[in-house]
């Protein structure tokens, strides 16, 4: 007899802890495979050090392969899912397909960049939801503070050394913080024009900073920030966002290079093509995680809408800290249907929150005690060793060697900007070229085309050279985390903020959206799939699926990969939490 197959979608906080609690529940019982479009698990809270340069990139990545040995690892992105015939069909990274049968299915992508109908961010905005975003923004802070240095017009220096931050939750608060140290630590050894320093700006329309945490915590941060030098505008947002600045909902522009969008996410589109009951993008399960009326069905982390039991009438919030528990009380209950164990509805209780403010600082309220400063810096940190599932004496000495040695600076240049855009449905992986020879266009000649340079001095490709808009994508559980105290992987806050700067996931209001129309949004992965059959159809039929009609001033799609081109980015992106 055969042995029942498990088949997990995606390996963020949600789907990675399900596959190692599965492992361990049901093991030479079951068969495991884990559907991602990376082959590691990405520990989001630490995301902003990368950028900063206090940690290098592996370190905030954990082997897929090499901390789950009891299951199969598949990369690619499920870009279709045939409820009634039990299988998932996925695009692997090289473009060639696939399709997975299951006998129970777990769904766990995670979530996506939010846009917002805002003019011009989504072409001059970049997220901050997956490793690619991360080293983008590393290298363009260090080449906006080198241009600066070199310049000649003080009107240049000063908005290159200008860096406007959008959404003041877990990551906008830690990407400010962090910011605004490493830019400092760089003019040190680079001085720019007499009388000029980076200028970091943090904006929100929330009334204060972090306001999913208590106040305390959101006074404490708020005052770390405007000690360091952050301009903190509170009440303010970005209106439009043009070539040379963003203007801002007050009326005021501000000439800036670098927009860092970390307004929020919102659910993986995957769930969106099942035809099935969603709340604000999220599948509808039970308390038990499973989807009402399809026994093999179960979903957990940001794409799953889950009862929450604490707060009657309520979801629990899209949170790196629900997202992990959810991955452990869904293994539980797909081991519990194959008759391992007995199932158990979800339950879960805050047990504190931290947000690592570069340093020696942070805030934080364990358990309910709020502590500050050197304290709260260790309680952050510890959390963060504790919580990772792997690379913890990696992590350690590159903390160790940033406190005694001084940050190296450098361009690596291994990510350009058109590689990472902000609408894209898969921040984990960096957008490639399109195939040669591709709409009939001569690559190699599209090769000796002359590079030009974009508004921040990167090389940036030409017309005929710019990627494909990207396929939608199955990203890894790509749940939000962020660091909190508890004993979940969170982002830095209890399950890595995925409505980063808005409580539980509610949609950022825009002041203006009745007078402009709604961003393109990621492709989604029903969209791709019918571009790529109906290019690959030479027959004239009636019934052949419509394609996707991409944006007008956006790339045209690859025909053939979804999974490999959404790689322009997606975050995480995620999940990018769990």
């Given amino acids: 007899m055969s042995r029942p197959r498990i088949v997990i979608v995606g390996a963020g906080f949600a789907g990675y802890r399900a596959a190692r609690t599965l492992s361990r529940l049901a093991r030479n019982h079951v068969d495991i495979t884990l559907l991602n479009p990376t082959d590691y698990f990405l520990y989001l ?6 950028a900063a340069g206090i940690l290098e990139p592996r370190r905030v990545t954990v082997s897929l392969s090499g901390t789950l040995p009891h299951a199969r690892l598949v990369l690619g992105e499920a870009d279709a899912i045939d409820l009634d015939g039990h299988t998932v069909h996925y695009t692997g990274p090289e473009g060639d397909g696939g399709t997975l049968p299951y006998d129970r299915l777990i769904l766990a992508a995670g979530s996506v960049n939010k846009l917002l109908p805002i003019p011009g961010v989504a072409e001059h905005a970049h997220g901050f939801r997956g490793l690619p975003e991360a080293l983008y923004l590393r290298d363009h802070v260090t080449r906006q503070v080198e241009l600066a240095a070199a310049a000649d017009d003080p009107e240049a220096c000063s908005a290159r050394c200008t860096f406007v931050v959008v959404g003041a939750g877990y990551t906008g608060t830690e990407v400010a913080a962090q910011g605004q140290l490493f ?15 980076p200028r970091w700006l943090l904006l929100d329309i929330a009334e204060r900073v972090l306001p999913e945490l208590d106040e305390r915590l959101s006074r404490t941060a708020d005052r770390v920030l405007r000690q360091r030098g952050v301009e903190v505008r509170m009440g303010t947002s970005v209106k439009e966002a043009t070539h040379s600045g963003v203007l801002l909902t007050d009326g005021s522009f501000v000439d800036t290079r670098t927009v860092v969008w970390c307004v929020g996410v919102r659910p993986d589109p995957l769930a969106e093509s099942l035809g099935l009951p969603l709340k604000r993008g999220r599948l509808l399960v039970d308390p038990y995680l499973q989807v009402p009326g399809r026994p093999e069905l179960f979903a957990a982390g940001d794409g799953a809408a889950v009862p929450d039991l604490e707060k009657p009438g309520q979801f629990t919030p899209m949170t790196a800290q629900h997202a992990w528990r959810h991955g452990k009380a869904v293994a539980h209950n797909v081991a519990a249907s194959l008759g391992f164990g007995e199932p158990r509805p979800y339950r879960h209780r805050d047990k504190g929150f931290a947000v690592d403010l570069g340093g020696v600082k942070a805030a934080a309220n364990p358990f309910g005690v709020p502590l500050s400063g050197v304290a709260a810096g260790a309680v952050t940190r510890g959390y963060h060793l504790a919580a990772m599932p792997g690379n913890r004496i990696r992590v350690a000495a590159d903390w160790l060697l940033d406190a005694v040695l001084p940050r190296q600076a450098v361009q690596l240049g291994l990510v350009r900007s058109w590689a990472v855009p902000l609408d894209t449905a898969s921040p984990e992986l960096v957008r490639a070229p399109g195939p040669q020879g591709a709409e009939g266009t001569d690559s190699a000649a599209a090769d000796r085309t002359p590079a030009v340079a974009d508004r921040t001095g990167e090389p940036e490709m030409t017309e005929k050279r710019r990627v494909p808009d990207e396929p939608a994508r199955s990203q890894p559980g790509g749940e939000p985390a962020k660091n909190q105290p508890g004993d979940e992987p969170a982002r830095n806050q209890p399950g890595g903020e995925p ?7 509610d949609p950022v209001q825009d002041p203006d959206s009745a007078t402009h129309p709604e961003p393109p949004g990621p492709i989604r992965r029903s969209d791709l799939r019918a571009a790529h059959e109906a290019a690959t159809d030479t027959s004239d039929t009636p019934d052949a699926p419509a394609v996707h009609k991409p944006h007008p001033e956006a790339p045209r799609p690859r025909s053939h990969n979804p999974g490999s081109s959404h790689n322009p980015s997606n975050p995480n992106p995620s999940e990018g939490a769990s």
């Fill in 499 to 505: 409505a980063r700067n808005q409580p539980a996931g």
């Fill in 183 to 197: 830019t400092d630590s760089q003019v040190r050894k680079q001085p720019l024009r007499a009388g000029m320093r």
């Fill in 45 to 50: 809270p630490l995301l902003p050090q990368v």
